[in-house]
């Protein structure tokens, strides 16, 4: 199927690794030129160059996303570039004390601030820079990567869940706020998926339950038993990087302000 993606350009945040670094690949070989972002450079530009020596186009910046300065200048550079982006992914998040499975008590405010800073605020700024740039074009897409646990709520990083059912609700209001201008918000909830930054917590399960020693035994078990899901097999970030293309794409020109689960049927 021809996405009808060609020409367009697309900023992924957070994609020097993981789900990132996959919907950065498969955009770029639906022909869309794709500005690739991370914090550490070499693995920023690692993921920009391999796009280039497979024939895409590609540019990589770096900066931290909760400083406004450094959003700033990565918008300078990639206006020099490309002239703005047709597509933005908010994918860039995550929790800044790790993923150590406490609890709701005695976290303290400022894990909690810390976390809505690099999740909630970094992507209200991103959207802040990049939406009115999609506007004066009449076309373009925002599309905030959020998660499932939002919508589940288990017993464990709560301040993480929080950040996520806010990008939900914060998609749906910029969807209605971007009413008739041709550019559309949504997110998706992403359930668990296998990726360099999961592998050790996934491994780490398997051998708390004593499933076995290799992946290839244990995954089946660990998605269907274990995590419940109605599939039989955890994640890629092929899964991801697929929904997010078709949600870029004009084919969905009539969806906005919806959650996507993409969760294997938890």
């Not at 639906?30 to 991370?38: C, K, Q, Y």
């Not at 998660?147 to 288990?154: D, E, K, N, R, V």
């Not at 076995?212 to 890629?236: H, P, S, Y």
């Amino acid at each position: 199927m021809d996405l009808q993606l060609r020409g367009r350009t697309a900023l992924v945040t957070g994609s020097s690794s993981g789900i990132g670094e996959a919907i950065a690949h498969f955009l770029a070989d639906e022909g869309v030129a794709v500005v690739v972002h991370g914090r550490d450079q070499g693995r920023t530009q690692a993921v920009s160059e391999a796009i280039t020596r497979s024939g895409g186009r590609s540019l990589f910046v770096t900066g931290d996303l909760t400083d406004g300065a450094a959003v700033a200048t990565m918008s300078e550079v990639i206006a020099r570039e490309f002239d703005g982006v047709d597509i933005l992914v908010n994918n860039a998040g995550g929790r800044p004390k790790g993923w150590e499975r406490n609890g709701w008590l005695g976290q303290g405010a400022e894990a909690w601030i810390d976390t809505f800073k690099l999740n909630v605020v970094a992507t209200a700024r991103m959207i802040d820079t990049f939406a009115p740039g999609m506007i004066s074009k009449g076309w373009g897409r925002c599309i905030q990567i959020a998660s499932a646990i939002a919508l589940h709520q288990p017993p464990n990083f709560p301040d993480y869940q929080a950040a996520k059912a806010a990008e939900i609700n914060l998609s749906r209001s910029l969807s209605r706020s971007l009413a008739g201008s041709g550019v559309t918000a949504n997110s998706i909830s992403a359930g668990i998926i296998q990726s360099p930054g999961s592998q050790n917590e996934l491994q780490g399960i398997v051998r708390e339950l004593g499933l076995g020693e290799r992946w290839e035994d244990v995954e089946r078990t660990l998605a269907l038993d274990i995590f419940k899901q109605t599939t039989g097999r955890v994640g890629r970030g092929k899964d991801i990087a697929a929904t997010v293309a078709f949600l870029a794409s004009p084919l969905a020109d009539f969806i906005t302000g919806t959650n996507i689960v993409v969760d294997g049927g938890i």
